[in-house]
T-cell receptor, first 116, second 112 residues
């Protein structure tokens, strides 16, 4: 099973709302990722968690707050977003590997976020 | 800084035609992945190439990793409408702490 699930599929929120995106995987992967993707563009990395600890934050604004409650779950808390934050938000996971070995990321279907 | 370039950026072909998409870099990568993404969905992993000169086949898709591990190609034989999507190449880092570098993508449209 190489499935990563994300909820909700679609989300519309106002600029004063607080909402959360959820991601789950049961592949035993210990690295999980949040990406933001605009139409016809490649995914842009936002955050990386390795063994439930934040290992990479790509200078993402504080209105995005990630959380990794356990090895299977990844959340992205949203607050006071701007219209330009509207995008497809993708979660991915991969096996945690040591140096010199390839690893592959498995993506969820994404959450289409619209900020009004 | 490692960068990946892809060409062409856009491709529109008739069903049954063959095509090749290229992924190039000036840097050496330990591995390269190819993904296909349909509109509104997440990228789906197609293949990983690791060894320089490696060729992998997935039905009508043939993937090749350059000898110097700086470039890769994807060849589709007899394209079908179901092949339509955004094709992304990605360069893997050496550990899971490393960022995966994505190319800008090739948007393929196969017309019935």
């Amino acid at each position: 099973d190489t499935e990563v699930t994300q909820t909700p599929k679609h989300l519309v929120m106002g600029m004063t709302n607080k909402k959360s995106l959820k991601c789950e995987q049961h592949m035993g992967h210990r690295a999980m990722y949040w990406y933001k993707q605009k139409a016809k563009k490649p995914p842009e990395l936002m955050f990386v968690y390795s063994y439930e600890k934040l290992s990479i934050n790509e200078s993402v604004p504080s209105r995005f707050s990630p959380e990794c409650p356990n090895s299977s779950l990844l959340n992205l808390h949203l607050h006071a977003l701007q219209p330009e934050d509207s995008a497809l938000y993708l979660c991915a996971s991969s096996l945690f590997r040591g140096g010199g070995t390839p690893y592959e990321q498995y993506f969820g279907p994404g959450t289409r976020l619209t900020v009004t | 800084t490692q960068l990946l370039e892809q060409s062409p950026q856009f491709l529109s072909i008739q069903e049954g035609e063959n095509l090749t998409v290229y992924c190039n870099s000036s840097s050496v990568f330990s591995s390269l992945q190819w993904y296909r993404q349909e509109p509104g969905e997440g990228p789906v992993l197609l293949v990983t190439v690791v060894t320089g000169g490696e060729v992998k086949k997935l039905k009508r898709l043939t993937f090749q990793f350059g000898d110097a591990r700086k470039d890769s190609s994807l060849h589709i034989t007899a394209a079908q409408p179901g092949d339509t999507g955004l094709y992304l190449c990605a360069g893997g880092g050496k550990t899971s702490y490393d960022k995966v570098i994505f190319g800008p993508g090739t948007s393929l449209s196969v017309i019935p």
